[in-house]
T-cell receptor
Framework: QQQVKQSPQSLIVQKGGIPIINCAYENTAFDYFPWYQQFPGKGPALLIAIRPDVSEKKEGRFTISFNKSAKQFSLHIMDSQPGDSATYFCAASNRGFGNEKLTFGTGTRLTIIP | GAGVSQSPSNKVTEKGKDVELRCDPISGHTALYWYRQSLGQGLEFLIYFQGNSAPDKSGLPSDRFSAERTGGSVSTLTIQRTQQEDSAVYLC??????????FGPGTRLTVL
């Protein structure tokens, strides 16, 4: 049973556009929602994370929007650049339970064309 | 400082052989995780070590998989009698308690 569903599977956006990646979760015990960026041949790296007590978090060009009632969260990339081309994973964990293992979405391959 | 390192970076083995994958976490990180990334899939949790607590093995797919963490530092993931479906990238991550998980570059395992 997949607990975090991610869409779209792939996305092509022109430079300067705003790609949006969506995730939905099922487990209401999740209390930590990070996004990871992965370049080919590298491990994932934390991009930005949010807790369910806020509806939006912004760090530089990256914004997470969180809808607790709908159990959905999304990543927006403002003024996208070719260097943002990577695979993006959403994830969730239940830190309050003391075990911080992450449940990941299936990933979105993002391509920013010049 | 050095990040999480994993060895080997690539491993090709024959079906039925045993393999050992190594992870060197960031010094001082109390938590260590193993995940598996199959082609076109997200990362799948395998096992989690936190300090001296009993590891959370709930993600191990079968009893052919085992892991240990010696001295609270280096970890080894062992896969016995490898099968073709074990082919994947095996990722290790470490974190301070309650902190961000830092991932290594992974070991790409190919079972022929």
């Amino acid at each position: 049973q997949q607990q975090v569903k991610q869409s779209p599977q792939s996305l092509i956006v022109q430079k300067g556009g705003i790609p949006i990646i969506n995730c939905a979760y099922e487990n209401t015990a999740f209390d930590y929602f990070p996004w990871y960026q992965q370049f080919p041949g590298k491990g994932p790296a934390l991009l930005i994370a949010i807790r369910p007590d806020v509806s939006e978090k912004k760090e530089g060009r990256f914004t997470i929007s969180f809808n607790k009632s709908a159990k959905q969260f999304s990543l927006h990339i403002m003024d996208s650049q070719p260097g943002d081309s990577a695979t993006y994973f959403c994830a969730a964990s239940n830190r309050g339970f003391g075990n911080e293992k992450l449940t990941f979405g299936t990933g979105t391959r993002l391509t920013i064309i010049p | 400082g050095a990040g999480v390192s994993q060895s080997p970076s690539n491993k090709v083995t024959e079906k039925g052989k045993d393999v050992e994958l190594r992870c060197d976490p960031i010094s001082g990180h109390t938590a260590l995780y193993w995940y598996r990334q199959s082609l076109g899939q997200g990362l799948e949790f395998l096992i989690y070590f936190q300090g001296n607590s009993a590891p959370d093995k709930s993600g191990l797919p079968s009893d052919r998989f085992s892991a240990e963490r010696t001295g609270g530092s280096v970890s080894t993931l062992t896969i016995q009698r490898t099968q073709q479906e074990d082919s994947a990238v095996y990722l290790c991550a470490s974190s301070p308690q309650g902190g961000e998980q830092f991932f290594g570059p992974g070991t790409r395992l190919t079972v022929l």
